[in-house]
């Protein structure tokens, strides 16, 4: 794959031309081959079918435990605001944002 630059082109703008084309999914034309060969329509499904579903199921896992992390975290910083827009109490502020 070439990758050089817009301006080099005659394009005027410092952007990146591949001469690799994606498609309108964004995927390689190899991983598209792969996945309608074998009726994958997912990311876990490709996972799966390539590594197992033990890879599949920790992926699932992890993805959930980061989602519960990144909830929590958007939880505590609206409850940080609240407590400096309204000078409550920090217990007040996250009952009031998880509701």
Do not use: C, K, N
Request: proline letters at 3%.
């Amino acid at each position: 794959m070439v990758i050089q630059m817009a301006s080099q082109h005659g394009g005027g703008s410092d952007q990146l031309v591949s001469d690799h084309y994606y498609g309108p999914s964004g995927l390689d034309p190899a991983f598209w081959g792969i996945a309608s060969a074998h009726g994958l329509y997912t990311a876990g499904d490709y996972l799966e079918y390539r590594y197992g579903s033990s890879v599949r199921a920790t992926i699932a896992v992890l993805l959930w435990v980061l989602t519960l992390i990144i909830l929590a975290a958007q939880l505590i910083a609206m409850s940080q605001i609240l407590e400096w827009v309204l000078g409550a109490p920090r217990w007040e502020e996250l009952l009031l944002v998880a509701l």
